[in-house]
């Protein structure tokens, strides 16, 4: 079945980095684009970062652009999120995921990430 499985969050300093993962299993990885997501307190889940099938090509939501890089293994059906300058703002849930399993209702459990001093 579908999986994603989000890891690599954490407490960081505001100025800190951090690295998250994403294992996805269950289906093509490497026919599909994948995103990250986060989820603040109180607020409706927002889109961070897309990557492409290849990886040639990365778009960013305008908070977080030049500080956050996404990339992706294929051979190893992993997505990534590298997170440096991180702010308090950025602190939520983050995950990942695919248009068509958003379509279908499925999102994995997320990895929590906290910036604060």
């Known amino acids: 079945q579908v999986q994603l499985v989000e890891s690599g969050g954490g407490l960081v300093q505001p100025g800190g980095s951090r690295r998250l993962s994403c294992a996805a299993s269950?289906?093509?990885?490497?026919?599909?684009?994948m995103s990250w997501y986060r989820q603040a307190p109180g607020k409706e889940r927002e889109l961070v970062a897309s990557?492409?099938?290849?990886?040639?090509?990365?778009n960013y939501a305008d908070s977080v652009k030049g500080r956050f890089t996404a990339s992706r293994d294929n051979a190893k059906n992993t997505v990534y999120l590298q997170m440096n300058s991180l702010k308090p703002e950025d602190t939520a849930v983050y995950y990942c995921?695919?248009?068509?399993?958003?379509?279908?209702?499925?999102w994995g459990q997320g990895t929590q990430v906290t910036v604060s001093s």
């Open positions: 990557v492409t099938i290849a990886g040639g090509s990365t």
């Open positions: 995921n695919s248009n068509f399993l958003i379509r279908s209702g499925y």
């Open positions: 269950g289906f093509s990885f490497s026919s599909y684009a």
